[in-house]
Nanobody, 118 residues
Framework: QVQLVESGGGLVQPGGSLRLSCAAS????????MGWFRQAPGQEREGVAC????????YYADSVKGRFTISKDYAKNTVYLQMNSLKPEDTAVYYC???????????WGKGTLVTVSS
């Protein structure tokens, strides 16, 4: 059965870096587009980045372009989100999902909290 487990969240200072991991099981990374999403308190869920299941196409929210990089490791069946130059407004719970649009019919992880603060 499909399972997504995020890890790597934590407290980091502004300007710092963090790498999130999404360990996937029950499917291969060829089966779905994979996306990272985030939700801050009182805010709507926002799509952060996604990577297509076939090929190397990636997409990013304007707010993270140039700072975040999504990638995948087929050997580990894991998707990563490398976050650099972190800002306080990046603070949120980060989720991975089996799509770029993140609909309710997709599979979701339980999230990992990223806090950017000095």
């Amino acid at each position: 059965q499909v399972q997504l487990v995020e890890s790597g969240g934590g407290l980091v200072q502004p300007g710092g870096s963090l790498r999130l991991s999404c360990a996937a099981s029950g499917f291969t990374l060829d089966d779905y587009h994979m996306g990272w999403f985030r939700q801050a308190p009182g805010q709507e869920r926002e799509g952060v980045a996604c990577i297509l299941n076939l090929g190397n196409s990636t997409y990013y929210a304007d707010s993270v372009k140039g700072r975040f990089t999504i990638s995948k490791d087929y050997a580990k069946n894991t998707v990563y989100l490398q976050m650099n130059s972190l800002k306080p407004e990046d603070t949120a719970v980060y989720y991975c999902a089996t799509s770029c649009l993140g609909g309710s019919m997709d599979y979701w992880g339980k999230g990992t909290l990223v806090t950017v603060s000095s």
